[in-house]
């Protein structure tokens, strides 16, 4: 295992509280000051990530106000490569407002290169500064997204003050799911948002929900404590996942994730971290769930409380974020091996990871790392952490190396007579 400093990325100017992958190689991260009159700027902001042959770098592509809505939560559907578009799912308070993210480009106007906002490097909040002449030698365009408003539902129904806590999209992006401080598991037709499935699932307000890779089932956890499987095409409950803390020690689940098995859609594990309830200090856990029977087949204990968890696309790898001191830690799936620790990567609580894609197309983005992991805070910074590809030899090398090898055995033997 190795600890490592944190790598900056970039910084914005509002607190952050959601990231998620809205193409290959552009990032949303989200937040915000809330409601109140403080002049914090509520909404998003998209980077492109590149690699400029020593360390990934930003450049900022839109920006774009949530007016008086913090998001503190969101989720973002398949990229379209052949429309170049993404839908975003953002919690307005007790609603779901969906956008459309189109990508496109748009001319430099003199104004812009006066008031030079399309300028700047890592650390600053900054509009894209990638710009190509056009035919005629006169014009200048860069990269963004036009973003327009589509459908809003009301997704939270609790009184006195209803509050969408929670959003996903399938991996298909036809189906919607909602959670909110009423417990009822709301699953919706995306992106026209009309009813599906309405479950009341808990008695207290729903944490997290996730989305199984095969799109047929879907996880809920709440502050009731229980963990729920439901079947996502029937709206019925599949199974209840269940664990028995060591010492009778109460624990919540904090955030459920599924992961692929060797990148296989049908094939995949659950993962969950959970924190002790109280003013003791006992450990948190990570663990990882046999997806047929939902019973725990490893965990792994944690010092001090889990805030974030993230597996990579390709089910290789898990992140966790912690809540006091901004660690992020990154294990292998397989047998939740610890190998890596960044210790302090943010001033304050991890309030998102994700995970780059992990495909031949976005090697270069990383650095040709073997997985990147971004973590986001309320203190404004957004990091990147790394794990470097395994250094492997080709079956030819190998091969030649063990016929020398054997050849220099053989001739040995044979000088002492063996």
């Known amino acids: 295992m190795s600890t490592e400093l944190p790598e900056l990325l970039c910084r914005v100017n509002f607190p952050l509280y959601q990231t998620t992958m809205i193409t290959p190689r552009h990032i949303m991260v989200a937040g915000g000051g809330g409601a109140a009159n403080t002049g914090v700027f509520n909404g ?52 779901t407002q ?28 900054h509009r894209n500064q990638t710009a190509s002449r056009q035919s005629n030698g006169q014009l200048e365009s860069r990269l963004t997204f036009h973003i327009e408003a589509l459908n809003s539902v009301q997704t939270d129904f609790n009184t006195p003050e209803p509050y969408q806590k929670v959003v ?8 919607l799911v909602t959670g909110g401080d ?32 095969d799109n047929t089932k879907a996880v809920s956890i709440s502050k009731d404590g229980r963990a729920l499987v439901w079947d996502v095409k029937k709206g019925k409950k599949h199974a209840e996942m269940g664990w028995d803390p060591p010492n009778k020690i109460k624990y919540l689940y904090k955030r459920i994730r599924f992961g692929r098995v060797e990148g296989d859609s049908r094939k995949y594990k659950v993962f969950t971290i959970v924190n002790p309830v109280g003013a003791s200090k006992p450990p948190s856990y990570l663990h990882r769930w046999n997806s047929k029977s939902y ?17 990579t696309d390709n089910g290789n790898y898990v992140a966790t974020g912690s809540m006091f001191d901004g660690t992020v830690e990154i294990y292998t799936t397989f047998n939740l091996a610890k190998i890596k620790r960044v210790e302090k990567s943010h001033g304050t609580f991890i309030t998102g990871l994700e995970f780059l894609p992990t ?32 250094s492997t030899i080709s079956f030819t090398t190998a091969s030649v190396t063990i016929f020398l090898f054997l050849i220099l055995v053989f001739c040995l033997c044979s000088y002492l007579g063996l």
């Not at 008086?68 to 379209?80: I, L, T």
């Not at 003199?110 to 399309?118: A, L, N, R, V």
């Not at 996903?168 to 189906?175: A, F, G, T, V």
């Not at 197309?361 to 990091?383: K, M, W, Y």
């Open 44 to 95: 998003i902001e998209i980077f492109e990530i590149s690699h400029n042959g020593e360390k990934c770098v930003t450049e900022s592509v839109k920006r774009f106000s949530t007016r008086e809505f913090a998001v503190m939560n969101c989720a973002s559907s398949s990229h379209d490569s052949k429309s170049q578009k993404t839908i975003i799912a953002v919690g307005h308070n007790e609603k």
């Open 98 to 125: 969906l956008y459309s993210c189109q990508l496109a480009r748009e001319l430099i106007t003199p104004q812009d290169k006066e008031s030079g906002d399309h300028s700047g490097k890592n650390g600053v909040t």
């Open 168 to 175: 996903r999209i399938s991996y298909d992006s036809k189906l």
């Open 182 to 213: 009423d417990g009822i598991l709301r699953v919706w037709t995306f992106p026209d948002l009309n009813a599906v499935h309405e479950i009341e699932a808990h008695k207290k307000e729903i944490d997290d929900i996730e989305f199984s890779p």
């Open 295 to 311: 019973t725990i087949e490893q965990g792994v204990a944690v010092i001090g409380s889990l805030s974030a968890l993230a597996v």
């Open 359 to 390: 495909s031949l197309e976005t090697d270069p983005i990383r650095g040709f790392s073997d997985a990147s992991v971004v973590s986001i805070s309320v203190d404004h910074q957004v990091c990147i952490h790394h794990i470097p590809k395994i």
